[in-house]
């Protein structure tokens, strides 16, 4: 069964600072995809950013970027000039391409605090 | 409708009540899924839907939850005789198909006293 860890809890940034948010996942399929959402206080989850597994490339979306390990089973989510609306929880996912795998797997979540 | 529209967003039951949160997915979208997310903790699959027919319903936790779409649209997620441990956000998402990005709603959530 396919599993997704986020070991940090808890991470704090100062303002326009760079924090990086790690996850780590185990399957044994080749194919597949990861996802980091955004989910603040209205609970409505936003998605940040997609990394499809056969693309070695790593994703980036304007200021988030990832760093996808395929062989290390690591995709970690870099912020850049962290702004204040970027404190909520984030969660890490995975989800399969294989008919039946379609469901999100999610990690425990880290919640990001931004310091002004 | 422009997202995924859950109802109702926030519900109270008393331990033994049956409950029914509604889901009303994007316009068009053949996907739907039910996720259950405990204070402090990610979303957990519940169960998928593609048009009205439930393909995979291996996460609800009991019997005493059940999920329906019989026009292949609205959802409902029923929980019978709600327990403390029910106390949860109820999220759904929708998608156009089951290998494409899903988009969540707001999540109901529910209080059981």
């Known amino acids: 069964a396919q599993t997704v860890t986020q070991s940090q809890p808890e991470m704090s940034v100062q303002e326009a600072e760079t924090v990086t948010l790690s996850c780590t996942y185990d399957t044994s399929e080749s194919d597949y995809y990861l996802f980091w959402y955004k989910q603040p206080p209205s609970r409505q989850m936003i998605l940040v950013i997609r990394?499809?597994?056969?693309?070695?490339q790593n994703a980036t979306e304007n200021r988030f970027s990832v760093n996808f390990q395929k062989a290390a089973k690591s995709f970690s989510l870099k912020i850049s000039d962290s702004q204040l609306g970027d404190a909520a929880m984030y969660f890490c996912a995975y989800r399969g391409v294989r008919r039946g795998t379609y469901k999100y797997i999610f990690g425990t979540g880290t919640r990001l605090k931004v310091l002004a | 409708g422009a997202g995924v529209s859950q109802s109702p967003r926030y519900k109270v039951a008393k331990r033994g009540q049956d409950v029914a949160l509604r889901c009303d997915p994007i316009s068009g979208h053949v996907s739907l899924f039910w996720y259950q997310q405990a204070l402090g903790q990610g979303p957990e699959f519940l169960t998928y839907?593609?048009?009205?027919?439930?393909?995979?319903k291996s996460g609800l936790p009991s019997d005493r939850f059940f999920a329906e779409r019989p026009e292949g649209s609205v959802s409902t997620l029923k929980i019978q005789r709600t327990q403390q441990e029910d106390s949860a956000v109820y999220l759904c998402?929708?998608?156009?198909?089951?290998?494409?990005?899903?988009?969540f709603g707001q999540g109901t959530r529910l209080t059981v006293v």
């Open positions: 990394q499809e597994a056969y693309k070695q």
């Open positions: 998402a929708s998608s156009p198909s089951g290998n494409t990005e899903a988009f």
């Open positions: 839907f593609q048009n009205e027919a439930q393909l995979d």
